[in-house]
């Protein structure tokens, strides 16, 4: 294999149910996974088609749709096999490709989210600017930044997995090849791959999250200074979707803190994927379009060749 690693295959646990309880699962799993997918793609087809939305918002939502298409798939598949088949088998590299994947989209999302929290501080402070300063050239730079920097962030990690020795058990607590635990399984010292990993992840987590917290910062500041409530809440519900979206990521994540804690069917740490993972891809579509009447005209454009305006 060109590492030193005795094990060539590992094991997905996933969860522990029932065929009855198994069989639901997979039937819900497949219906989300369906759900995310038509409801993503709509969104990159309905801006691709109207004009209209050919703003730096809109640009930002295709991509993040793109992302969410891409990020469910990485682990969705494998646990559908599992649930059908019970093909809990995933060869090594496989688990390594499948592991970076996850955290490299991971991290791309919350680039992404920081970048979107830009675009909502120049819509909302500097409107008559706004043109001006969120060009198709500085969406497209932000863009290729935050995958540049996902794509760094990640790789170092992952390389220094594939050459770490595994001959301990070959079972993964876990419905994906989840890094914290496949370090459990190695036989060689990964103190250093672990505090490497923390501070690419940290570095990522929270320097996306300065960022959003400081663009809402200068938001609230520029909304105090508007007199008449009713201009001051039409400003902010343009920011409404992003921060519902920023508060289910991040809110998510907390439970990492507490990977320690189980229930009687999966621990914490699986909870945080599959939200964070399977249901946010899946809430993306609707929190982007729940209350956005330009995205609910140009949906109904799309498919139904006219205007919701009445004629």
Request: glycine share 4%; charged share 10%.
């Amino acid at each position: 294999m060109g590492n030193k690693s005795c094990i060539t295959n590992f094991i997905l646990v996933a969860f522990p149910l029932t065929f009855a309880m198994r069989t639901i699962f997979f039937s819900l799993l497949l219906l989300i996974h369906v759900v995310t997918l038509l409801g993503n793609f709509l969104i990159i087809l309905t801006i691709w088609k109207s004009t209209i939305l050919h703003t730096a918002m809109y640009y930002f939502l295709v991509n993040l749709a793109f992302l969410e298409i891409c990020f469910t798939s990485s682990i969705i598949p494998k646990l559908l096999s599992i649930l059908a088949f019970e093909n809990h088998a995933i060869t090594f590299w496989g688990c390594l490709t499948q592991c970076y994947f996850y955290f490299l989209l991971g991290s791309v999302e919350l680039l992404l989210l920081a970048a979107m929290s830009f675009d909502r501080y120049v819509a909302v402070c500097y409107p008559l600017r706004y043109g001006a300063v969120m060009t198709p050239q500085l969406c497209t730079h932000l863009t290729l930044s935050c995958w540049i920097v996902g794509f760094m962030d990640t790789l170092i990690p992952t390389l220094l997995v594939s050459n770490v020795w595994f001959c301990k058990s070959n079972r993964i607590d876990h419905f994906f090849c989840d890094v914290e635990h496949l370090l459990k399984l190695a036989c060689s010292n990964t103190v250093l791959i672990q505090l490497i990993n923390l501070c690419s992840s940290s570095l990522v987590v929270f320097g996306s999250l300065i960022c959003i917290i400081t663009s809402y910062a200068g938001i609230i500041v520029s909304l105090t200074k508007i007199s008449k409530s009713e201009r001051r809440w039409k400003s902010f519900s343009t920011c409404a979707s992003h921060l519902l979206l920023v508060v289910i990521i991040y809110g998510s994540s907390l439970f990492l803190c507490m990977r320690g804690v189980k229930t009687s069917y999966f621990d914490i740490s699986k909870l945080s994927a599959f939200m964070t993972g399977i249901v946010t891809p899946l809430l993306n579509p609707f929190i982007y379009t729940l209350k956005n009447a330009e995205v609910h005209n140009a949906i109904h454009v799309f498919i139904f060749g006219r205007s919701l305006e009445v004629q």
